[in-house]
């Protein structure tokens, strides 16, 4: 087992063979920032130092051994990687300079240019952020960026990944938010289209298989906007979104061809769930914060796997508090 800590700044790797722990510093120097990502023996990250600047740098488990993973804007010029995570055996980052997609399999030297964001969908002076996804017999990109003061300003586009390098396949000048889960074959997330505003989407790697699913949540531009997307596996996806100003923001599970409300607090008063609150599924029950009528804000759970369970009302959920035992 490895686990990840930081002390003073730096990167230290905790490695742990099932019966002793060794604590080794991953070789940078410098700076050490949060992204990281395992493949194999290779554990990359990002760090900054004086003379590379915020470069990916990779630390080898099997000789113990950290070193720079490439330079991808020369010099002391910083890359600012961010790195997305692990898809199609392939460590996959984003940089701010160059504007661009970078797949690597962690040998030092041999990072390579997958996709060069085009400006006309990614402006220079605003780089996006992006989001990694993997359904097994591809991997799915989300990127958006922020150009402007209101929530919308900017630019969203989805990427097909794999081995030989990235692909566009959707594109909208409009921004998004970054969420994704995969569920039977297929990606999920929110993205906007002119006609329906910020709804669910589904991709299975093409650009024809690239779109709205098929029934929008909220029809028209008022949008649902889908956010915090969570996988529940035989049941479907299930994420919060707008529901009106009847009901407010709820927890609703898309199941591949229909829509059912998880409806925790009936009427506006719903509306006070934030964007920051989570869900988590085990099993066939889905856990997540919500306010209640009588409690306040408490974790809340429903049994996806329970008959004629979606109902609008307060029947369809449990609250409990947490008690902390001795």
């Known amino acids: 087992m490895t686990g990840i800590t930081q002390n003073n700044q730096s990167r230290r790797i905790l490695l742990n063979n099932g019966s002793d722990s060794t604590v080794v510093h991953a070789g940078c120097p410098g700076l050490s920032q949060g992204n990281d990502a395992f493949l194999g023996s290779s554990y990359v990250f990002s760090c900054e130092t004086e003379s590379f600047g915020a470069e990916p740098w990779v630390y080898d488990l099997s000789t113990q051994s950290g070193t720079l993973l490439d330079d991808l804007a020369s010099g002391s010029d910083s890359a600012h990687p961010q790195i997305l995570g692990v898809a199609q055996s392939q460590i996959w980052m984003l940089t701010k ?15 390579v ?7 006309a969908i990614f402006a220079p002076t605003a780089p996006p952020s992006a989001l990694l996804a993997d359904a097994g017999a591809f991997g799915i990109i989300l990127a958006s960026n922020i150009a402007g003061p209101q929530y919308d300003d900017g630019s969203s586009a989805v990427y097909r990944v794999n081995a030989s390098g990235a692909q566009l396949l959707q594109s909208v000048p409009r921004r998004g938010d970054m969420s994704m889960a995969v569920f039977a074959n297929k990606i999920y997330f929110p993205f906007h289209s002119s006609e329906e505003g910020l709804e669910l989407w589904e991709s299975d790697g093409t650009v024809a298989g690239t779109h709205m699913v098929n029934l929008p949540l909220r029809a028209g531009v008022a949008s649902s906007r889908p956010s915090n997307l969570v996988a529940a596996a035989g049941f479907g996806v299930v994420f919060q979104a707008d ?23 009936e009427g506006a008063e719903s509306g006070a769930f934030s964007d920051q609150d989570t869900a988590t599924v085990a099993g066939s029950r889905l856990v997540f914060t919500a306010p209640h009528a009588n409690a306040g804000k408490e974790l809340h759970v429903v049994d996806l796997g329970r008959d004629a369970l979606f109902e609008w009302g307060m029947e369809s959920c449990v609250a409990f508090e947490l008690v902390l035992g001795s």
């Open 243 to 265: 529901l009106g100003r009847h009901e407010g923001r709820e927890w609703v599970l898309w199941d591949g061809s229909a829509y059912s409300p998880i409806v925790a607090v």
């Open 113 to 119: 240019l997958a996709l060069a964001f085009d400006p």
């Open 97 to 111: 300079n160059p504007a661009a997609l970078w797949r690597s399999s962690g040998v030092p030297q041999q990072s």
